[in-house]
């Protein structure tokens, strides 16, 4: 047998470690002998005890096993689940703590791509909402596992593949959480349980209001075809639980709803933006955003830094079905919303005819590449906006630059890439006049982040 195949050997004992900071990833770093140590579940300052879950030739990885001196910020979790589901790893974090930690990575990475400290620019406020039961998408995974009793239904474990032993979650929303048993139970009992490996979440609202209730989707992958009588089953468990119940024998393209039937309307939930007046429709396997509470914020924060008139006319890039397009489309003269997806661009025209609104245009480009050809891209525009996937747009910031736009407000989803797209945008002519996080993903180390530009003279 060759070294690479044999199992790593690891030392059983654990170490006792002083943390000396937090990495990017939300672990401790410590050093053994010199040697980089990143420690699950430890907080800066702390002193812990910890056992080692792998090595490596540049640094060592470790789990806290057992916390000697804990940090001041360091709290109780509140899901028991914690230290085990993958589904969040800042649990031990204060929230507020948490997002000062964010907004820390964000500041760090601008500076290191632009040269610019906190002090050359606006610190946007944090923006948070509630920090549990917010998350209205996920992909819950599924797995039939004997020796814990049958069908185990959710996050996966950290750093693992297995399927965390779990009955509830205090991050899903609490009519999705509250259906992690039932399910189990349900997918137990039926004769295809060994070919459903997944669940997608997608989570609705029946009204603008905040204490609303949910419109709650299911979309089951199944690997091979259903027979009539789970299919029967999962009807009637879906009208006992008031749920759109969708199945996706194949790819995307297959999702179908299995219950309500065809006759109670499209494959379509809602959300609303009531400082809009706006509602938008979308299909459970599109993408929104996890967060409501906090989507609605972003929006509002947006317009505000677009500082929009009605004469503006504003362009949309990765708009996907019209979040941002359709509110500012109440405060411009003209929208053009950019998305790479045909089937997003449709629904983004639906939403605008849905809430009645003319001035707006949506088109499908791949923006990944040159943007020149496009006839949209031939217009000068007042008004950017980007919220672009984690890759960014740096294919496309110089392009983006010669459209003239006085103001552009950037909305990341990694700040590495805002970063060096910030510095791009510098490097057009552009200052950066604002810059923020958003707590979109409370409990995880996902940044969510906002900067603004104002072209220089």
């Not at 997918?187 to 349980?193: G, H, S, T």
């Not at 809430?355 to 949209?376: C, P, Q, R, V, Y």
């Not at 945008?425 to 982040?449: C, I, N, R």
């Amino acid at each position: 047998m060759s070294r690479r195949s044999r199992r790593q050997r690891l030392p059983t004992e654990p170490v006792e470690l002083t943390i000396e900071s937090l990495s990017h990833e939300g672990r401790g770093v410590a050093r053994i002998d010199g040697k980089v140590a990143f420690v699950a579940g430890a907080l800066a300052g702390e002193t812990v005890l910890a056992r080692y879950t792998s090595r490596r030739s540049q640094f060592d990885e470790l789990q806290v096993e057992e916390v000697i001196e804990p940090a001041s910020e360091r709290c109780e979790p509140p899901c028991e689940y914690a230290a085990v589901c993958g589904g969040c790893s800042l649990q031990h974090l204060q929230p507020e703590k948490q997002l000062d930690f964010k907004q820390s990575v964000l500041l760090e990475h601008l500076q290191q791509a632009t040269g610019l400290g906190s002090d050359q620019f606006e610190l946007i406020g944090q923006l948070k909402a509630q920090t549990l039961h917010y998350r209205r998408k996920a992909r819950l995974a599924v797995r039939v596992v004997q020796k814990k009793g049958g069908v185990l239904v959710g996050f996966r474990e950290k750093s693992s593949s297995f399927i965390t032993d779990m009955q509830d979650c205090q991050v899903l929303v609490e009519d999705v959480a509250r259906l992690i048993q039932p399910l189990r139970q349900l997918i137990n009992e039926l004769a295809a349980r060994f070919d459903i490996p997944q669940i997608e979440v997608a989570v609705g609202e029946t009204g603008p209001a905040a204490d609303a209730a949910n419109q709650v989707a299911l979309v089951l992958r199944h690997l091979r075809p259903l027979p009539d009588s789970d299919q029967q089953r999962l009807k009637e468990f879906a009208q006992q639980e008031n749920l759109h119940l969708y199945l996706q024998p194949g790819g995307t393209d297959s999702v179908h709803r299995l219950f309500p039937d065809a006759e109670q309307g499209p494959e379509r939930l809602t959300y609303f933006l009531p400082a809009h007046d706006l509602q938008l429709q979308f299909h459970p396997m599109d993408f929104t955003q996890v967060n409501a509470s906090i989507n609605r914020l972003i929006v509002d924060q947006a317009l505000h830094y677009l500082q929009l008139d009605k004469e503006d006319r504003v362009l949309d890039l990765f708009c996907g079905l019209g979040n941002f397009t359709l509110a500012m489309a109440k405060q411009a003269a003209q929208l053009t919303g950019v998305e790479g997806s045909e089937e997003m661009v449709r629904r983004g025209q639906e939403n605008a005819a849905l809430n009645g609104l003319t001035n707006t245009e949506f088109a499908a480009a791949d923006l990944s590449k040159s943007i020149t050809e496009h006839h949209w891209a031939q217009s000068s525009y007042d008004k950017i906006l980007l919220d672009p996937p984690r890759s960014g747009a740096q294919e496309i910031i110089a392009e983006i630059a010669a459209l003239g736009a006085r103001r552009i407000v950037y909305v990341s989803c990694n700040p590495i890439t805002l970063a060096r797209d910030s510095n791009l945008l510098l490097q057009q002519g552009y200052d950066l006049k604002s810059a923020g996080v958003m707590d979109m993903f409370p409990h995880t180390t996902h940044v969510e982040s906002m900067a603004v530009f104002e072209r220089n003279n």
